[in-house]
């Protein structure tokens, strides 16, 4: 599977950050309480001063504050916000209305509403219509998305595993890339449509701007953290699952390394009686069919994935034979396997400890043979034979049944069912589809 690039997730991040900061309602909403703070604030100021209507000539001096002089001589202040917010140049003939403030001594009037520039009306409304333009709309957009893209490639760089001294060294990295784009962060002026960058700006410091990049560096940081912090997670989550299959694994092996030294002792041990009774036909096929369990133990052996049902029985009935060739009519096996149970799957080497404990638990005569019936049913195949105690019996290690019962749970998630009552002893054991 194709892992995606994370440098794909930062282009929608930055798009993001980018649309919050420019349309966001709150930024919106603070950066207006901010003017109408600064609104009110001139109104108290205003409450007691005497409004009056001067005419004359603005000239803007070069700390970027501007005076309108009179053909009397009076001069009145405007501050550079205004000047900036209204657009009025140097040299511009302005009828408005003035305030005297009434701390001072000396008559000190200051400008409040623009009625007229250069002979016409002025229109306050105009101001804001040229904040529908897509030209600004789409430069600080685009700005902002490629800075904060920035950021982020810096907050991630090399992985995400950085420890809390470099994440706090690209943050500081990151404050620094701000600072030094501020000043040239776009302005829109709303009079007339035109982005300028902040250097360029009468004021020094624009609060919208600082506003949208404190904002911006902030979502950056955070979100850098919380993805570092679910990308670890994940990460411990992964070697988790590695470290538990490989466990499994180890496990499964050991389990399944217990079978062979019990399986060859039962084989080499009717191998032996056959060679002392000198019958060279029964022990060649013997041999042969020897050899055929002994090839599908090595293959199957250490193998934790399913087989066939179909060869697991194959590998029964050749397992089997060793048997009835040891006990001839005093043991019978019974194969009743349905036709379309034959390709489900089950764990290799199932039937062998099965088998192998029917036998070494019962007792066989010719007078009572053991039968022993193995058939599908329900999605189990079920071993079952009736229980024929022995004069003396032989103590069980349980070795078999809890090997068998352990790698049921660790690679199918279920366990065997077995049933021990006085008439049979019965183990159902769990398949598995393809």
Known sequence: MKI??????YVFMAIAVSLICNFSYLLLLVSNQ???GNRRS????????????????????GDGYGYIVSEKGDSVYIDHRKLNRLSLSDGDILRVEAAERTNFEAKHLYMRRVLKRNGEGFDYGALYRGSEQWNILFYQFFFYMVLSYILLVVMNAKGRDATWRQFIIRSLLCVAIVFATYFISPVPLMHSGEVIPV?????????????KACFMLAVVILYSRIYTLLYREQQVSLENEMLRNENLTTKYNMLASQINPHFLFNSLSSLSMLVRDKDEERALKYIDQLAYTFRYLSQHGANSTFVPLREEIKFAEA?????KIRYGDKIIFDFDIEKYDEEVCILPLSLQPLIGNAVKHNSITTKHPLRIHIYTEEGYLVVEN???????????????????NSRYKLLLDKEIEIVDNDKKFMVRLPLETK
Do not use: W
């Open 4 to 9: 995606r690039s994370p440098y794909t997730g």
């Open 199 to 211: 250097y360029k700006s009468r004021q020094v410091v624009e609060f919208v701007v600082v506003l």
């Open 42 to 61: 001139t109104r108290n100021r205003d409450k007691d001063a005497v409004i009056e209507v001067v005419e004359g000539r603005l000239s803007v001096n």
């Open 34 to 36: 901010t003017d109408a």
């Open 319 to 323: 397992y089997c034979y060793l048997f």
């Open 386 to 404: 009736e229980k024929q105690p022995m004069i003396e019996e032989s103590a069980g290690t349980g070795i078999g049944l809890s090997n068998l």
